[in-house]
């Protein structure tokens, strides 16, 4: 072979279903880390926030006089209190339509913080309106004009930090909503040490102040963190955006409300009916609650957030979600049960001898607790939150009334008896929710024989899909296509060709003969006998949302394109796919793929053979070269449009080899070509990016012989040869790379950060704004020769053959250039946005390749 690249796959390295052991179980963790990594993170933060908040207010206490701490105490309350109010259930709102939100997500969210300020700001000033007018406690605490400015101000940042931590969430971003909260507090802490050394006596202002420096300070890291993880598009609001939301806004309003103000105005209810000290007793009681119900409170609000985009997952993620809440939260709930007293006991023993009982007995609402929080959840994925609303309001005024009745009687227990049995008559009435989604079964599972999860390779490329178009073709028609993949499944069930991708749950689903036979009358799609338009087929697959068929065929007119899952194989896996299946329906039999040995530590061997006996390779194998920053430019609305032009030539392979000998003696014909389509672009007007590009590698070349790997096993470096319109500089810098073998050092980086944080089954929407002004930043993928597929029942020679090999993503100014040989016939494919750019000039650029590609190149000499 000719050629150095290759389009590749990710290798599988599992061959058989999972069972109850150690590998099915790390396959099923794996398949839940996004709600272990959010989950996780949301948990982390109120440890976080919870220890440094000790930490801020024991170092108040002893450097400022009590009225300063009280002052500033109270307007962290009054904050905290307007601000989750003027929330307006903003937050909710865009866990709820963020994941499925193509584009503009920071439009909506920097609306919604907006909003989320300005309703919290008349929230402030109506509490200051309150305390001078009618309560002169909270007068007295408001301060001077100074410090009650900055109050208001500090609700209205509460509010949209507040807004902000469960949009993170929305974009399954936990981690960046920890680090916002863990500088929070950090900053606001060494604020006030920084006070406490100078000769300064500290006022309630003052402290606010450091907390209010601490909240802008985090949202200033973090937003410069998202910008360098270009996470952020543009940010400017659109109220237009929030047009047809008002209604769900408000029903996420109401649940929120709902559920909030019952627990905060508890503590209201003892005072009133028992006393303060037994207040005392109760809230210090309920602060280990409330600990204990973090963990489904943050398993149930990630749960919301991940099923939102992809509710496939909801019984899956409800399940794990039971797990991890019930597995690890009711044992310590029951030791809290059994310790009760010696728990009190650490605050005081009046508070042991007063409330031990009663913190017994809501240690025993863990449960209850965890229903309604799963029941609130699957409420707002199935968009049932103005019901799920409107039992809250009845179980939170039945919650406040069961504390009155209870305390009534002249007794904190009673109290916490009579509210800890509404709560379970709540559990009696949401848990057939919850326990409807856990035992939910489908139609098809019912026809599952058995599972293989998804290797880490698979998954690292599941959100992409790969399409091969090919024809004309005699004797080959949908009919016979699907017998001859019912011959397949008949000879192997698992298959991978034959399997169901569950993208959600990271794993092939095998079935039995009856569900297989409904299942590839969908995966292959008839066009029927008459003239087909095999371009138009290509574009069709583009268009088509990814879905759970490793392979889905259009067939029709003596065409096959053949989009195939790139968890499935690369050019070599799909091409022996591709002839077999043609094959066999040509010759109307069964398919037969012969299963092949999996090679499990075929990356760690190679990486292994290539740097860990030699360490003086070891610097060059852990430097990468980045894609340069690409500076901000102006942007206008944008919608993607992705789509295809091809061209071939069976003379043009000719006229590269006699130019190459006579210019460029060595060099590939693939990196002709890639200098070539460069120059046309250049020519027509386009103005490539020349920094560099993407090439497409193949790393099979590094692992031993004998083995071979089915599945994936390619990596895409980015590269800046001196000129991209010169074939020798694009061959000596490949060539160069290649022989680093530093490709696998990155695809053991990118395999080891799967194994951490997950990979999507999707891939991220397209942003909803573009450059005014694109440039093309290429990717070239070369595949080499398919003369594999020689013995196809072609209806006509080599020239006149159509063989198309076409990615389906692509960025909004990306171009990528597919390369393949057949029968001497170069074939060519243009994969780009007909939003960005003409796809006639596109195609003028092909044309120009394949009729003179010498030329282009000399014309930039």
């Given at each position: 072979m000719e050629s150095t690249i290759t389009e590749a796959e990710p290798q599988s390295l599992d061959s058989g279903t999972e069972g109850p052991g150690r590998t099915g179980i790390v396959a099923i963790l794996r398949g839940h880390l996004d709600l272990f990594?959010?989950?996780?993170?949301?948990?982390?933060?109120?440890?976080?926030?919870?220890?440094?908040?000790?930490?801020?207010?024991?170092?108040?206490?002893?450097?400022?006089?009590?009225?300063?701490?009280?002052?500033?105490?109270?307007?962290?309350?009054?904050?905290?209190?307007?601000?989750?109010?003027?929330?307006?259930?903003?937050?909710?709102?865009?866990?709820?339509?963020?994941?499925?939100?193509?584009?503009?997500?920071?439009?909506?969210?920097?609306?919604?913080?907006?909003?989320?300020?300005?309703?919290?700001?008349?929230?402030?000033?109506?509490?200051?309106?309150?305390?001078?007018?009618?309560?002169?406690?909270?007068?007295?605490?408001?301060?001077?004009?100074?410090?009650?400015?900055?109050?208001?101000?500090?609700?209205?940042?509460?509010?949209?930090?507040?807004?902000?931590?469960?949009?993170?969430?929305?974009?399954?971003?936990?981690?960046?909503?920890?680090?916002?909260?863990?500088?929070?507090?950090?900053?606001?802490?060494?604020?006030?040490?920084?006070?406490?050394?100078?000769?300064?006596?500290?006022?309630g202002g003052e402290l606010l102040l450091t907390w209010i420096a601490g909240m802008v300070a985090s949202v200033v890291i973090l937003g410069r963190a998202l910008r360098r993880k270009g996470m952020i598009d543009s940010v400017r609001p659109r109220a237009s955006l929030l047009r047809g939301r008002g209604r769900s806004t408000f029903d996420h309003n109401l649940l929120n409300l709902a559920t909030y103000l019952p627990r905060a105005a508890l503590p209201l209810v003892v005072t009133a009916v028992l006393s303060a000290e037994a207040n005392a007793s109760f809230y210090t009681a309920f602060m280990v609650l409330s600990f204990l119900a973090m963990v489904p409170g943050n398993v149930a609000l990630t749960l919301f957030a991940v099923a939102s985009g992809d509710k496939a997952a909801l019984r899956s993620k409800v399940r794990?979600?039971?797990?991890?809440?019930?597995?690890?939260?009711?044992?310590?709930?029951?030791?809290?049960?059994?310790?009760?007293?010696?728990?009190?006991?650490?605050?005081?023993?009046?508070?042991?001898?007063?409330?031990?009982?009663?913190?017994?007995?809501?240690?025993?609402?863990?449960?209850?607790?965890?229903?309604?929080?799963?029941?609130?959840?699957?409420?707002?994925?199935?968009?049932?939150?103005?019901?799920?609303?409107?039992?809250s309001v009845f179980a939170g005024v039945a919650e406040l009334a069961a504390a009155w009745y209870g305390g009534s009687r002249g007794s904190l227990t009673e109290l916490v008896t009579w509210v800890a049995l509404v709560m379970a008559a709540e559990t009696v009435l949401v848990a057939p929710t919850v326990l409807r989604v856990v035992f939910a079964r489908t139609p098809l599972e019912e026809n599952i024989m058995s599972t293989t999860s998804l290797t880490l390779r698979e998954r690292a490329w599941l959100p992409l899909e790969y399409i091969r178009t090919v024809g004309p073709l005699t004797g080959v028609t949908a009919e016979r296509l699907r017998n001859a993949l019912i011959g397949l499944h008949a000879a192997d069930p698992t298959h991978r060709a034959v399997s169901r991708l569950d993208r959600a749950g990271a794993r092939w689903e095998h079935m039995d003969a009856a569900a297989f036979a409904a299942y590839v009358a969908e995966a292959v799609t008839d066009l029927g006998d008459g003239p087909v338009d095999f371009d138009a087929m290509t574009r069709e697959l583009q268009a088509e949302q990814r879905a759970h068929h490793p392979v889905r065929i259009l067939a029709g007119g003596g065409y096959v394109a053949m989009k195939v899952a790139h968890a499935y194989g690369d050019a070599g896996p799909?091409?022996?796919?591709?002839?077999?299946?043609?094959?066999?329906?040509?010759?109307?039999?069964?398919?037969?793929?012969?299963?092949?040995?999996?090679?499990?530590?075929?990356?760690?061997?190679?990486?292994?053979?290539?740097?860990?006996?030699?360490?003086?390779?070891?610097?060059?194998?852990?430097?990468?070269?980045?894609?340069?920053?690409?500076?901000?430019?102006?942007?206008?609305?944008?919608?993607?449009?992705?789509?295809?032009?091809?061209?071939?030539?069976?003379?043009?392979?000719?006229?590269?080899?006699?130019?190459?000998?006579?210019?460029?003696?060595?060099?590939?014909?693939?990196?002709?070509?890639?200098?070539?389509?460069?120059?046309?672009?250049?020519?027509?007007?386009?103005?490539?990016?020349?920094?560099?590009?993407?090439?497409?590698?193949?790393?099979?070349?590094?692992?031993?012989?004998?083995?071979?790997?089915?599945?994936?096993?390619?990596?895409?470096?980015?590269?800046?040869?001196?000129s991209l319109t010169d074939p020798q500089a694009i061959h000596t810098t490949?060539?160069?790379?290649?022989?680093?073998?530093?490709?696998?050092?990155?695809?053991?980086?990118?395999?080891?950060?799967?194994?951490?944080?997950?990979?999507?089954?999707?891939?991220?929407?397209?942003?909803?704004?573009?450059?005014?002004?694109?440039?093309?930043?290429?990717?070239?993928?070369?595949?080499?020769?398919?003369?594999?597929?020689?013995?196809?029942?072609?209806?006509?020679?080599?020239?006149?053959?159509?063989?198309?090999?076409?990615?389906?993503?692509?960025?909004?100014?990306?171009?990528?250039?597919?390369?393949?040989?057949?029968?001497?016939?170069?074939?060519?494919?243009?994969?780009?946005?007909?939003?960005?750019?003409?796809?006639?000039?596109?195609?003028?650029?092909?044309q120009l390749v394949c009729a003179d590609p010498a030329a282009l190149i000399m014309a930039t000499r």
């Amino acid at each position: 072979m000719e050629s150095t690249i290759t389009e590749a796959e990710p290798q599988s390295l599992d061959s058989g279903t999972e069972g109850p052991g150690r590998t099915g179980i790390v396959a099923i963790l794996r398949g839940h880390l996004d709600l272990f990594l959010n989950a996780g993170s949301l948990m982390a933060t109120t440890a976080i926030t919870s220890l440094f908040g000790f930490a801020y207010w024991w170092l108040a206490a002893q450097s400022a006089s009590k009225e300063a701490v009280g002052q500033a105490s109270a307007a962290v309350s009054a904050m905290t209190l307007i601000g989750t109010i003027g929330m307006f259930g903003m937050g909710t709102m865009l866990i709820s339509d963020l994941p499925a939100l193509r584009g503009r997500k920071w439009e909506l969210i920097s609306t919604c913080l907006l909003v989320a300020g300005s309703a919290s700001t008349v929230g402030g000033l109506v509490y200051v309106a309150l305390a001078h007018l009618a309560i002169p406690g909270l007068q007295n605490a408001l301060g001077g004009t100074a410090a009650t400015v900055l109050l208001v101000f500090g609700i209205a940042l509460n509010a949209m930090t507040l807004v902000l931590d469960e949009a993170l969430v929305g974009l399954l971003q936990g981690p960046m909503q920890l680090m916002r909260n863990a500088w929070f507090s950090v900053i606001k802490l060494a604020l006030l040490g920084a006070l406490v050394v100078l000769p300064l006596t500290l006022t309630g202002g003052e402290l606010l102040l450091t907390w209010i420096a601490g909240m802008v300070a985090s949202v200033v890291i973090l937003g410069r963190a998202l910008r360098r993880k270009g996470m952020i598009d543009s940010v400017r609001p659109r109220a237009s955006l929030l047009r047809g939301r008002g209604r769900s806004t408000f029903d996420h309003n109401l649940l929120n409300l709902a559920t909030y103000l019952p627990r905060a105005a508890l503590p209201l209810v003892v005072t009133a009916v028992l006393s303060a000290e037994a207040n005392a007793s109760f809230y210090t009681a309920f602060m280990v609650l409330s600990f204990l119900a973090m963990v489904p409170g943050n398993v149930a609000l990630t749960l919301f957030a991940v099923a939102s985009g992809d509710k496939a997952a909801l019984r899956s993620k409800v399940r794990m979600g039971l797990l991890i809440c019930l597995g690890g939260g009711l044992p310590v709930s029951l030791v809290v049960v059994f310790a009760a007293k010696p728990i009190m006991s650490l605050f005081g023993a009046g508070y042991a001898e007063s409330a031990g009982t009663a913190l017994m007995i809501l240690a025993l609402t863990y449960l209850p607790f965890v229903f309604h929080h799963f029941f609130l959840a699957i409420s707002r994925v199935q968009g049932r939150v103005r019901g799920a609303g409107i039992f809250s309001v009845f179980a939170g005024v039945a919650e406040l009334a069961a504390a009155w009745y209870g305390g009534s009687r002249g007794s904190l227990t009673e109290l916490v008896t009579w509210v800890a049995l509404v709560m379970a008559a709540e559990t009696v009435l949401v848990a057939p929710t919850v326990l409807r989604v856990v035992f939910a079964r489908t139609p098809l599972e019912e026809n599952i024989m058995s599972t293989t999860s998804l290797t880490l390779r698979e998954r690292a490329w599941l959100p992409l899909e790969y399409i091969r178009t090919v024809g004309p073709l005699t004797g080959v028609t949908a009919e016979r296509l699907r017998n001859a993949l019912i011959g397949l499944h008949a000879a192997d069930p698992t298959h991978r060709a034959v399997s169901r991708l569950d993208r959600a749950g990271a794993r092939w689903e095998h079935m039995d003969a009856a569900a297989f036979a409904a299942y590839v009358a969908e995966a292959v799609t008839d066009l029927g006998d008459g003239p087909v338009d095999f371009d138009a087929m290509t574009r069709e697959l583009q268009a088509e949302q990814r879905a759970h068929h490793p392979v889905r065929i259009l067939a029709g007119g003596g065409y096959v394109a053949m989009k195939v899952a790139h968890a499935y194989g690369d050019a070599g896996p799909v091409n022996v796919l591709l002839r077999e299946l043609v094959r066999a329906a040509g010759e109307e039999r069964p398919a037969v793929i012969a299963a092949s040995a999996r090679h499990r530590w075929a990356l760690p061997k190679a990486w292994w053979k290539q740097f860990g006996t030699k360490p003086g390779r070891w610097k060059q194998g852990l430097s990468f070269a980045r894609p340069p920053h690409q500076e901000q430019s102006a942007t206008r609305p944008w919608t993607a449009s992705l789509t295809v032009e091809t061209a071939r030539s069976a003379d043009v392979l000719g006229k590269m080899r006699v130019w190459r000998d006579e210019h460029s003696p060595g060099v590939t014909t693939s990196a002709i070509t890639f200098a070539a389509f460069t120059a046309a672009l250049r020519e027509l007007g386009l103005n490539p990016d020349m920094s560099g590009g993407t090439f497409l590698a193949d790393a099979r070349r590094y692992v031993d012989k004998g083995v071979s790997i089915d599945s994936n096993f390619c990596m895409g470096p980015y590269l800046s040869p001196a000129s991209l319109t010169d074939p020798q500089a694009i061959h000596t810098t490949l060539k160069a790379e290649l022989a680093t073998g530093r490709i696998l050092t990155m695809m053991l980086l990118r395999e080891g950060k799967i194994a951490v944080t997950g990979a999507p089954g999707l891939p991220d929407p397209y942003p909803g704004e573009a450059p005014i002004e694109p440039r093309p930043r290429l990717t070239f993928s070369n595949q080499g020769r398919h003369d594999v597929l020689a013995d196809l029942p072609w209806a006509v020679d080599v020239a006149g053959r159509v063989n198309q090999s076409v990615p389906t993503l692509n960025g909004p100014e990306g171009i990528t250039l597919t390369t393949s040989e057949m029968g001497g016939v170069l074939h060519l494919e243009a994969t780009f946005h007909a939003s960005t750019y003409d796809p006639a000039v596109v195609a003028r650029a092909l044309q120009l390749v394949c009729a003179d590609p010498a030329a282009l190149i000399m014309a930039t000499r």
